[in-house]
């Protein structure tokens, strides 16, 4: 049966859709668009420097929400990140790790991560062992990853994923230890709690800009533009709508 | 063009879900109820793999020349245990249920606990870690949750000028979390949708 | 102090000398030159030496020479002979055959001889020498000075005995020759030096026995020819200092025998000397004294003075000639510019064509940069006196630093700027900043314990004395009391209501909320309803049958075994709940302990999820609930959703409320405290939390206000510091 929240739904997704091919195509003959500083992530790529000259590990952590989640976008996001952290820091002596709270989202990071080093055209250096189901339980999560972070001579965190207002022990882990933390969650406890604990707090959905700004390709700039076009779009419905409603038109 | 077959299988699965997501008229509604149903089952075995993945990585870290982590014997005994009493015993045994009840929620609520103290020192020390406005309002907003929350002022409640203000200030968290929860949706559906073109592949391999 | 050192040219002089023997100058300013002897003939001073006059013969010096010998009791012996030269006796020899025999002369009488002469023990040992060297030395003992022209003369066999040689040395002395004294063999000087010619050797016949005392000519330039023979032995050249050691040869015995005649080419002047033993005198140079005879009375001023070992005082200019002091390679150096001044008995030689074609190539050597001061007289060392020599002295003597090269690299003004520029470029990146300080755990590390501490202490004196000082709140908020009402009103009705219980929380938060929902439990238990339970995570079931014990306790009334199910929990997240909102028998078709929840007394005849008379979700988490909203909320219709959430997730979910999505809510302690309010119950659960509760949490608030104000006032005082 169809229905106007279907209908209107489908509207929106073929609108991203086609926002997302067209400006792909569009960036195959123009420079790479130009985004807004994000301090958090200019930190990250001297973070990742640093520790590749100093000989230590980056540690990411994805969270733990299920692939059949409505969650799961911020683990697609915080996978493109490993990737990329995976393929700048090939050359350093200690691989990164990536710890997740559930079963899928450790395949797909040990998947990630192979993918990561045969396109550095290094596939030796892939070891199933880095990516690891830290508990099936968010703070058994946790407590699995506070072992990582005082272990594995890790020198920056990236906490990317979905988690809840626990993962401010791992950022405060981190901060005790002396490490670089990035922090991006699509939670608003986790976000609340990450703001006062986090060296670099992202905030809302400058969670799903991180790839984009890790020098990704040109998808990831396309679907970042579209998601800028979309968000005016509902901003304009949204005052329009209440303008509207106000003016007793709806 | 890496792992065709994987691309093609998860352009066409997540597209069909979609679609029978947004239309739920047959055909498409069993076909997403038995793909989703597929996908609940993958996940499920994903998650025992991912166990028993869990469970090496610990052997390997107590079986190691150098380092040897002796906090993973405890794991993979009481892993052991606890298996075993599942199998045998099942899950609705009071057995079982008190493992949950006088273990697992103790050792959480204790991780809460100490969550709490941590937020708090967090807290206090925020204006060291970073200044500025956003620290401020952060500030702030804390403390007169904190206070509303308390229950502190729910007695003078009934003061018209308190009340306004209260229902006031009860709504701002709500208009903030609307609008970081509408961007944070938009962000998942353009992410969702590189998947379904084909242009990020987490399974490529 | 034996020596006096010439205040012009340093040379080294006997402290008797008047001149200088290397410049001929005057030592002293109150000697009058004038007073100095007339100038004399180049060789009156070796005649004066001698004692001869001109037409003295060498027998008769021979004879004095034997008489004196006599005298003295001193004999020749074979080594004094053979300290003349072998070529000097035969010259001697040759000398005597050529001359006639003297006239009778008288010979000197012992003691008319020079005192010098007479008293040999005070003879200075040159004068010694000379009169020994009278003696011609056999030419096979003096073989190896001699030269091979000189031995192919004559035979070792040949050669006259050294007691047949009475050289004549009238030439010497040819005025004391008067006198007789001495004769020297009369050796030719006025022989033309400046046109050396050929030598011809076969015009000597070669000297026996029998010629021995023949008188052999000897051609004027056979002392050329000699002179300019190598002699590879012979001795350091004598500095002008010591001129005495020239005159060695002149050591011969005065008492020798008569040497023999021998024949001589040309018959010389006992009393002229050759003139190649004039040696070339230098510009500067004294002028050559005229050769003539020697005046050897002139020497008995000086030799009177003379210590044994000292020097003969030097003779005036005139007195010794100049080949005496110089060197024979100086004179062959200088002999290609040699110039003769003050010598006007030299008649100036001309260079034939094919000699100056042989010159040395240093004469034909273009003139250097800084040419060498040809007049320069070395001052000291071996070679002094001797003009014509690299200065070494200078180079030796005077030792100067070396030359130091400087090791910076020459940079023009344009490099300079250029390097400054790429300097200035480049400085920001190797500039290492200062690297900041160390951060210490220590203090988090205490103000965490201090916290920890003063927070669980605060807290447990409130729940162990339970004050009560925490008011409870007045002001209910609407969702609650739409909750209070919903339920009232459900458990009110004839028939007990069937209640789906959605337990979604995690044990990490079942304190809080098995707090809240106990009260809720407990308010539908009361009323007889039937709960099924259902649970989206692992831990559900159990914390369900938690709750229920926990609720069940305060109801004692309630059959739990009946009246609740419990349908374990359901994997899949969202799809669970649209599975179970589309068919809740298949979704969930057996309870935790394996009987057939659908066909059980509670559930029966259900078969939708709407059959249910409410939805009570207990949840800790926004998305978990939306899910709930959007799966289930759809097809259940007017069936009211209640909501007991964490107080984390009561924002988020207050546009669900607001939307009348979810019918009403409780959230966190103080909604249900509030509830409690709303039903008056007096020993709800929240209530003996609320004191430790409340306190808790302005204890919170009370940190963050001082610690906010102290770190910002440090920030802003930090800030100012630096600006």
């Not at chain 2, 409640?157 to 938009?186: C, E, M, S, T």
Request: charged share 20%; hydrophobic share 45%.
């Amino acid at each position: 049966m169809i229905t106007l929240d279907g209908v209107l739904g489908l509207g929106v997704v073929f609108l991203a859709i086609g926002l997302i091919v067209i400006l792909h195509m569009l960036g195959r003959d123009r420079d790479k668009p130009a985004f807004r500083k994000i301090a958090a992530f200019d930190a990250l790529k001297n973070s990742i420097g640093l520790a590749v000259e100093n000989g230590s590990r980056i540690h990411i952590t994805l969270g733990k929400s299920s692939l059949t989640q409505s969650t799961n976008a911020s683990a697609l996001a915080g996978l493109s990140t490993l990737d990329r952290i995976a393929q700048i820091s090939s050359i350093s002596d200690k691989p990164p790790i990536a710890t997740s709270g559930d079963g899928g989202l450790t395949l797909l990071s040990q998947d990630t991560l192979r993918s990561a080093y045969r396109s550095v055209h290094a596939p030796e250096l892939y070891d199933p062992g880095r990516g690891r189901l830290a508990g099936i339980t968010p703070m058994s999560y946790i407590a699995g990853t506070l072992h990582v972070t005082t272990h594995e001579e890790v020198s920056a965190h990236v906490m990317i994923g979905n988690f809840g207002p626990e993962i401010a022990l791992v950022a405060e882990a981190a901060d005790l230890a002396g490490a670089f933390s990035l922090a991006a969650s699509d939670s608003l406890p986790a976000q609340a709690a990450l703001y006062a604990v986090a060296d670099n707090p992202v905030i809302g959905e400058e969670l799903f800009a991180a790839p984009a700004y890790l020098g990704g390709s040109r998808s990831h700039s396309a679907s970042l533009q579209a998601q800028d076009i979309l968000r005016w779009g509902v901003i304009v419905v949204l005052v329009g709508g209440a303008l509207l409603k106000a003016m007793g038109i709806l | 063009m890496r792992a065709p077959l994987s691309t093609a299988i998860a352009i066409a699965a997540g597209g069909l879900t979609l679609i029978g997501l947004l239309i739920p008229a047959d055909p498409l509604l069993s076909i997403r109820i038995r793909l989703v149903e597929w996908a609940v089952a993958l996940a499920g075995v994903a998650g025992l793999v991912a166990i028993l993945h869990l469970l090496s990585v610990h052997w390997r870290k107590l079986t190691a020349r150098r380092n040897k982590n002796f906090n993973s014997a405890f794991l993979l005994i009481a892993f052991i245990i606890t298996f075993i009493t599942g199998i045998l015993l099942k899950p609705s045994h009071p057995t079982m249920q008190k493992i949950v009840t006088h273990i697992q929620v103790p050792i959480e609520a204790s991780l809460m606990g100490v969550l709490a103290i941590s937020l708090t020192v967090a807290a206090i020390r925020l204006f060291q870690r970073r200044g500025g406005w956003m620290s401020v309002l952060f500030a702030i907003s804390a403390l007169v949750f904190l206070v509303i929350g308390s229950g502190f002022l729910s007695a003078s409640a009934n003061i018209p000028v308190l009340k306004d203000v209260l229902a006031a200030v009860n709504a701002l968290p709500i208009a903030g979390a609307r609008g970081i929860l509408i961007g944070v949706a938009l962000g998942s559906l353009t992410t969702g949708l590189r998947v379904l073109l084909g242009s990020d592949r987490p399974y490529s391999g | 102090m034996s020596e006096i050192i010439c205040p012009f040219c340093g040379a080294e002089n006997p402290i008797e000398a008047v001149a200088c023997f290397n410049c001929k100058k005057q030592l002293y300013d109150d000697v009058d030159p004038d007073a100095s002897p007339p100038p004399r003939d180049e060789m009156e001073w070796l005649k004066d030496f001698r004692g001869f006059a001109d037409d003295r013969s060498a027998g008769t010096i021979k004879a004095t020479e034997a008489d004196q010998s006599s005298e003295t009791g001193e004999t020749t012996t074979g080594d004094e002979e053979s300290d003349v030269p072998e070529w000097l006796a035969r010259i001697r020899a040759l000398k005597e055959d050529e001359t006639p025999a003297p006239a009778e002369e008288e010979p000197v009488e012992p003691e008319e001889l020079p005192a010098y002469l007479g008293n040999e023990a005070e003879l200075p040992d040159w004068i010694k020498e000379i009169k020994q060297g009278d003696v011609p030395q056999p030419l096979e003992e003096a073989g190896g000075d001699m030269p091979e022209w000189l031995k192919n003369m004559a035979g070792p066999d040949e050669l006259p005995a050294a007691e047949d040689i009475t050289p004549d040395l009238s030439m010497i002395s040819p005025e004391s020759g008067a006198e007789g004294g001495i004769q020297l063999p009369d050796i030719p000087y006025d022989l033309p030096g400046e046109e050396p010619a050929e030598v011809d050797l076969g015009q000597f016949t070669p000297l026996t026995d029998d010629t021995v005392d023949e008188a052999v000519d000897i051609p004027d330039d056979l002392f050329e020819a000699i002179a300019s023979q190598p002699e590879p032995e012979q001795p350091p050249e004598p500095t002008p200092a010591e001129p005495q050691d020239d005159l060695d040869w002149l050591d011969t015995d005065i008492t020798q025998p008569e040497p023999t005649e021998i024949k001589e080419e040309e018959p010389t002047d006992s009393g002229d000397l050759p003139e190649w033993m004039f040696e070339p005198a230098e510009t500067e140079a004294d002028t050559v004294p005229e050769p003539g005879e020697l005046d050897f009375t002139t020497l008995d001023a000086s030799l009177a003075a003379i210590d044994g070992e000292n020097m003969p005082a030097a003779q005036s200019e005139a007195a010794l000639p100049d080949w005496l002091l110089e060197d024979e390679a100086e004179n062959f150096a200088n002999q290609a510019e040699f110039q003769s001044e003050g010598a006007p008995n030299l008649e100036v030689g001309e260079m034939p064509g094919w000699l100056h074609a042989m010159r040395p190539l240093e004469a034909a050597a273009p003139e250097l940069a800084s040419p060498m001061d040809e007049n320069r007289v070395e001052p000291t060392g071996p070679l002094a006196g001797y003009q014509g020599l690299l200065p070494g002295e200078g180079v030796v003597t005077q030792y100067s630093r070396p030359p130091v090269y400087s090791a910076r690299m020459q940079v023009t003004d344009k490099q300079r700027i250029y390097a400054t520029l790429f300097e200035t470029l480049i400085v920001d990146e190797t500039r290492v900043g200062a690297p900041p300080a160390e951060k210490s755990t220590t203090p988090q590390l205490v103000l965490r314990m201090s916290v920890g501490l003063v927070l669980i202490g605060v807290i447990l004196m409130a729940l162990i004395f339970n004050p009560g000082l925490a008011a409870s709140p007045t002001l209910v908020p609407p969702e609650s009391v739409v909750f209070f009402d919903t339920l009232q009103n459900l458990t009110a009705a004839a028939t007990p209501p069937r209640v789906l219980v959605g337990l979604d929380y995690e044990p990490s938060l079942s304190g809080e909320l098995s707090t809240i929902a106990a009260s809720v439990v407990e308010d539908w238990m009361a009323g007889n309803s039937g709960l099924a339970f259902v649970s989206l995570n692992l831990s559900g079931p159990a914390l369900a049958d938690d709750l229920v014990n926990k609720a069940g306790a305060r109801v004692p009334t309630y059959l739990a075994a009946e009246r609740v199910i419990n349908l374990g929990y359901l994997p899949g997240g969202a799809t669970a709940l649209a599975a179970l909102a589309a068919d809740p028998t298949r979704a969930a078709p057996a309870s935790v302990d394996g009987i057939q929840a659908w066909n059980s007394l509670l559930l029966q005849g259900m078969v939708a999820v709407s059959d249910f008379d409410a939805i009570v979700l207990l949840t800790d988490n926004t998305e978990n609930t939306r899910a709930w909203i959007e799966q289930v909320k759809p097809a259940v219709g007017s069936t009211p959703l209640l909501v007991v959430s964490s107080a984390q997730a009561a924002p988020a979910l207050q546009p669900y409320v607001q939307s009348g999505q979810i019918t009403g809510m409780i959230s966190g302690f103080t909604g249900g405290a509030a509830y409690e309010q709303l039903t008056q119950a007096q020993n709800g659960s929240i209530r003996s939390y609320w004191d430790a509760y409340q306190a808790g949490m302005l204890l919170i608030a009370a940190f963050m206000l001082l610690g906010s104000l102290g770190f910002g006032i440090m920030n802003i005082f930090r800030r100012t510091k630096k600006a």
